[in-house]
């Protein structure tokens, strides 16, 4: 076997569970070999974008997100009929597509990591902690001035 190959983890995704219908999910999705991407508006925008057609597509609705340098983060809830598996799928190979047509490189990391929310979850909880990100890493000090989190119509959720 080829040793430059990496390999290739199990499948992270429930098996008693298929992903359809109306849930909500937080999701993790890393760029190829962490590598520190979204840094520009240019490519935020761009992903986002398709982030945004994609789930309109899919019926999901995208209730918190932010773009570190090396992953994105969502909370997402999804419609009926909605399928979450074949959104991040779509949305990866499209954004994916597009960005390696730009940049010459690859986007996204194999796989992503979920959490489907339970029913007693509270939603503008896990919105606030995904939103908070950057201020608990430091770069910024208040949750509204992180350029790369949104919907910006949604931040105003109330106290944590």
Same mark, same amino acid.
């Given at each position: @076997?080829?040793?430059?190959?990496?390999?290739?983890?199990?499948?992270?995704?429930?098996?008693?569970?298929?992903?359809?219908?109306?849930?909500?999910?937080?999701?993790?999705?890393?760029?190829?070999?962490?590598?520190?991407?979204?840094?520009?508006?240019?490519?935020?925008?761009?992903?986002?974008?398709?982030?945004?057609?994609?789930?309109?597509?899919?019926?999901?609705?995208?209730?918190?997100?932010?773009?570190?340098?090396?992953?994105?983060?969502?909370?997402?809830?999804?419609?009926?009929?909605?399928?979450?598996?074949?959104?991040?799928?779509?949305?990866?190979?499209?954004?994916?597509?597009?960005?390696?047509?730009?940049?010459?490189?690859?986007?996204?990391?194999?796989?992503?990591?979920?959490?489907?929310?339970?029913?007693?979850?509270? @939603?503008?909880?896990?919105?606030?902690?995904?939103?908070?990100?950057?201020?608990?890493?430091?770069?910024?000090?208040?949750?509204?001035?992180?350029?790369?989190?949104?919907?910006?119509?949604? @931040?105003?959720?109330?106290?944590?």
């Amino acid at each position: @076997m080829d040793e430059s190959l990496s390999k290739r983890k199990p499948n992270p995704r429930l098996k008693i569970f298929n992903y359809k219908g109306h849930y909500a999910y937080s999701i993790t999705i890393c760029t190829h070999n962490k590598t520190p991407i979204f840094k520009s508006k240019e490519i935020v925008d761009s992903v986002l974008d398709v982030l945004n057609n994609v789930a309109e597509k899919e019926q999901f609705g995208i209730l918190a997100y932010y773009f570190m340098p090396d992953h994105l983060h969502l909370l997402l809830a999804g419609g009926d009929p909605s399928n979450l598996q074949k959104m991040i799928k779509t949305f990866k190979q499209i954004s994916s597509y597009r960005f390696k047509k730009s940049y010459g490189r690859p986007l996204w990391q194999r796989g992503y990591f979920d959490h489907v929310l339970r029913k007693d979850e509270d @939603m503008e909880k896990v919105a606030r902690y995904i939103w908070n990100n950057p201020v608990r890493k430091g770069l910024v000090s208040i949750i509204e001035d992180y350029p790369f989190s949104g919907p910006r119509e949604n @931040m105003d959720i109330g106290p944590t």
